[in-house]
């Protein structure tokens, strides 16, 4: 994972998403890992993959507040992009939510 990291922090997202892909395939409960193949997928543009991976992260812990906080950031990134010209014709339901709907629902059980 250290190898993955490193190659994030040198911009080299592609040998990132592979390393992190490495580490998660291993031990799938790993979510630092995710976390971290998620921040790389933001980076290289698919926003897709990068929620999929946070909501995995969420599923096996709820109490994650970083994969929130990216979450945030995808989610952001997509209002900005949805007030750019013709954005709103783009704009389609997004599958995730439905699961961050009921990660919220029971965190306030």
Same mark, same amino acid.
């Given at each position: 994972m250290?190898k993955?990291?490193?190659?994030a922090?040198?911009?080299?997202?592609?040998?990132?998403?592979?390393?992190?892909?490495e580490?998660?395939?291993?031990p799938?409960?790993h979510?630092v890992a995710?976390?971290?193949?998620?921040m790389?997928?933001?980076?290289?543009?698919n926003?897709s993959?990068?929620?999929?991976?946070l909501?995995?992260?969420?599923?096996?812990? /709820?109490?994650?507040?970083?994969?929130?906080l990216?979450?945030?950031?995808?989610a952001?990134?997509?209002?900005?992009?949805?007030?750019?010209?013709g954005?709103?014709?783009r704009?389609?339901?997004? /599958?995730e939510q439905?699961?961050l709907?009921e990660?919220?629902?029971?965190?306030?059980v």
């Amino acid at each position: 994972m250290q190898k993955a990291q490193r190659a994030a922090e040198r911009g080299n997202y592609d040998a990132a998403i592979r390393g992190f892909q490495e580490v998660v395939d291993v031990p799938p409960l790993h979510t630092v890992a995710r976390r971290r193949l998620a921040m790389a997928q933001m980076e290289v543009g698919n926003a897709s993959a990068a929620r999929t991976e946070l909501v995995r992260v969420l599923r096996l812990n /709820p109490e994650d507040s970083w994969a929130y906080l990216i979450l945030g950031n995808i989610a952001l990134r997509r209002f900005l992009w949805m007030q750019e010209p013709g954005g709103a014709r783009r704009r389609r339901k997004e /599958p995730e939510q439905e699961v961050l709907n009921e990660i919220t629902r029971r965190k306030r059980v």
